[in-house]
C-alpha cells in the first residue's frame, strides 16, 4: 500500500505520479542519509525522489520473510495490489522477475487509471535483504524505481527496513510532494506486512 491506504509501493506508490503531475514544482528535498544496501547494492544515487521507512515485526523472520517473497499472494494482503504474474518459475533469486498492477485514482492530468509495473530481482539474500528495480508505466507516466529491503532479528521481533527510489519526469515535477507520497506509501506496505506477519504467527506464551 494502512496509514494512507493509497498504492503500495514498492517499486511505487500509486498516487505519486498523479499527485506530482497536479502539484507546482518546489526545491529538492535535502541529502538523504546513506542508503540501505543489499549485497552492497543500494538505491539509486542519483535520484531525486527517495523515502526511507522501518518497523519492528512481532512474528518470526520466517513468516516475514515469506509473506514478502511469495510475490504470487501479495494480493491476498496488500490492499492495492490488483494483479500479480510472476514471469519466471522456481525459488525467489535474483534474475527472478513479476509483473503486477495497482490503481491510480482518478485526476484530471492523466487518462491512466492504473500502472504496471515490472520488478526484476537484482539482489536477495535470504532472510537479509532483497533489492529490485524496474518501471512503473501507465497512460502518459513513467517512473524507475530501485527498492532495497532489509530483515534483522531483534528484540520483540524483525527490524525490516526499507527504501526506494524513483526518478522520472512526472515525480520530478515536485520532488518534496513526490517524497512525502513515496514515504507514506512505504509506511503503508509496512504497516500491511506488520499486519498480515502478525496475524499468521502464533500467540507467544
Known amino acids: 500500500m494502512s496509514r494512507t491506504r493509497t498504492a503500495t ?38 535520484a531525486l525522489v527517495r523515502a526511507r521507512t522501518e518497523t519492528v515485526i512481532d512474528a518470526p523472520l520466517s513468516t516475514v520473510w515469506k509473506l514478502q517473497t511469495d510475490v504470487e499472494r501479495w494480493p491476498s494482503w496488500q490492499t492495492h495490489v490488483t494483479s500479480m504474474d510472476r514471469l519466471d518459475h522456481g525459488p525467489f533469486r535474483p534474475g527472478a522477475a513479476f509483473r503486477w498492477t495497482t490503481p491510480i485514482p482518478p485526476n484530471p492530468a492523466t487518462p491512466a487509471t492504473s500502472l504496471d509495473i515490472t520488478s526484476t530481482v537484482r539482489q536477495a539474500e535470504r532472510g537479509s535483504c532483497i533489492r529490485w528495480t524496474g518501471p512503473a508505466v501507465g497512460e502518459g507516466l513513467h517512473i524507475d524505481g530501485v527498492h532495497v529491503w532489509s530483515f534483522q532479528k531483534v ?14 519526469e512526472q515525480v520530478e515535477a515536485n520532488v518534496p510532494y513526490a517524497t512525502e507520497i513515496l514515504k507514506q506509501g512505504l509506511e503503508a506496505w509496512l504497516d500491511e506486512l506488520k499486519a498480515a ?9
Open 9 to 46: 509501493a514498492a517499486l511505487l506508490t500509486l498516487p505519486l505520479a498523479a499527485a506530482a503531475l497536479l502539484a507546482p514544482a518546489t526545491a529538492a528535498t535535502a541529502r538523504p542519509a546513506p542508503s540501505l544496501t543489499c549485497q552492497g547494492k543500494g538505491v539509486d544515487a542519483k
Open 197 to 205: 506477519a502478525e496475524a499468521r504467527s502464533c500467540p507467544r506464551g
Open 155 to 168: 528484540r520483540g521481533g524483525v527490524l525490516v527496513r526499507t527504501e526506494e527510489t524513483h526518478t522520472g
